[in-house]
């Protein structure tokens, strides 16, 4: 038995389907330049690449507040320096600290709401634990 030949006839593509592959071939075509174009776009000025951190602390200090007649009251003190054009809802200062062995014991933390764009916070943590040797600042956060 001999097999029936396949038909000869090729089907022809609409004009509706060319277009619509040449326009999705232009979408994706944009979408890979605009990635390219933003992977490749030099910085911004106006943020330099070695800038100052959006958020700094300066002029720590632990400070003995003798108010009580009882015993007296340590703080560490300091300022926060919003170097940004950002406000942050929320920062938060902490300090971490440590016994004679080098055991982290307590940590001290104080924050603050609103912070305004280049304002400063002039913070006051209330230290609890007397039975520590060492402190560190261990971070400056906001959001």
């Known amino acids: 038995m001999n097999p029936q030949p396949k038909s000869q006839a090729k089907k ?3 004009p509706i389907m060319v277009v619509g592959v040449i326009l999705a071939g232009f979408v994706i075509l944009g979408i890979f330049a605009k ?3 933003e992977r490749s776009a030099p910085p911004n000025p106006s943020t ?3 800038s100052q951190p959006p958020l700094s602390v300066s002029d720590l200090k632990l400070e003995y507040d003798n108010e009580y007649e009882w015993h007296g009251i340590w703080y ?3 300022i ?12 938060q200062v902490e300090i971490n600290l440590y016994d004679d062995t080098g055991a982290l014991v307590d940590n001290v933390i104080a924050n603050a709401a609103n912070l305004e764009p280049h304002g400063t916070w002039k913070f ?8 520590w040797s ?3 600042l261990k971070s400056v956060t906001g959001y």
């Open 124 to 131: 006051r943590a209330l230290v609890l634990n007397h039975n």
């Open 35 to 37: 990635y390219v174009q």
């Open 80 to 91: 926060v320096t919003n170097n940004s054009n950002k406000q942050f809802s929320y920062v």
């Open 48 to 50: 330099p690449l070695n």
């Open 76 to 78: 560490y003190t300091g």
């Open 134 to 136: 060492t402190s560190k």
């Open 12 to 14: 022809r593509a609409s």
